[in-house]
């Protein structure tokens, strides 16, 4: 499943800016979560437990201060409409 949220340029900077990451769960395989993000001359793969946790702390405030899905979906569709 995919959530699409988007952050308002209202908000100002936040800890997406820096660019973006993933925190990947391996839920029922019995593998633990991980994080990964890329920069301009490579990528890291986040393992240590602790950097997992701060990294899913960033993504969990992002969601609160995104727009809902709903209007995300319609934030796109407008800005879509004027191009």
Do not use: C
């Not at 993933?22 to 979560?33: K, M």
């Not at 993000?37 to 946790?53: F, L, Q, W």
């Not at 899913?56 to 727009?67: G, K, N, P, S």
């Amino acid at each position: 499943m995919v959530t699409l949220q988007v952050v308002p340029t209202a908000v100002g900077a936040h800890p997406g800016s820096d660019g973006a990451f993933t925190v990947l769960s391996f839920e029922g395989l019995g593998e633990p979560d991980m994080g990964y993000a890329e920069h301009p001359v490579g990528s890291v793969h986040i393992e240590k437990e602790e950097d997992v946790t701060l990294a899913r702390l960033v993504f969990d405030h992002l969601r609160t201060i995104a727009h809902s899905p709903a209007e995300s979906v319609a934030l796109i569709e407008q800005v879509a409409a004027q191009m």
